[in-house]
């Protein structure tokens, strides 16, 4: 089974801090995303990186950034937390030759 | 711009009765729709998958639908349980891409 695990579940930070999401898949997967879920607003894309050191912007990159420095692994950075940044954070990966993404437990971030 | 909607946003059934979610794209190019299941506090999981040279696809309880001309595809869950409770989202992509624009999510509840 492919297993993306986000190592941190729930957090609780300070508007300002940095905050770092960390995600790790086995499946030596090319592609990894990086989801926002917020209700009534469904799965937005912040970033998808599609190979090592890659990276794409989403729909909602603004107070972001990414970074993919091994393949298995793909960091979510929040540089100056904010509490509009208080969400669902989904990590997911997907094969190059598949359709399918497959997403992690998630991390719970509360911004105060 | 592209999008998918979801409807109905939430859904009371009772235990035994089927539940149908419907879902509507925008883009004609797109030819990949998943479904996924998101329980309390966990991750979605993919449930079942229908590309868009099938009209339906069927595993065990769970059945989907698509409609090409009118662009839109639905989940069937018949006989239900309560174990079927949860968020269900569904998604639309095409071949090549990254971009899997998610619907906003249907709560069903089944009621033993």
Known sequence: DVKVTQSSRYLVKRTGEKVFLECVQDMDHENMFWYRQDPGLGLRLIYFSYDVKMKEKGDIPEGYSVSREKKERFSLILESASTNQTSMYLCASRGILGNTIYFGEGSWLTVV | ?112
């Open chain 2, 1 to 112: 711009g592209e999008n998918v909607e979801q409807h109905p946003s939430t859904l009371s059934v009772q235990e035994g009765d089927s539940a149908v979610i419907k879902c509507t794209y925008s883009d004609s190019a797109s030819n990949y729709f998943p479904w996924y299941k998101q329980e309390l506090g966990k991750g979605p999981q993919l449930i079942i998958d229908i590309r868009s040279n099938v009209g339906e696809k069927k595993d065990q309880r769970i059945a989907v639908t698509l409609n090409k001309t009118a662009k839109h595809f639905s989940l069937h869950i018949t006989e239900t349980q309560p174990e079927d409770s949860a968020v269900y989202f569904c998604a639309a992509s095409k071949g090549g891409t990254y971009k899997y624009i998610f619907g906003t999510g249907t709560r069903l509840k089944v009621l033993a």
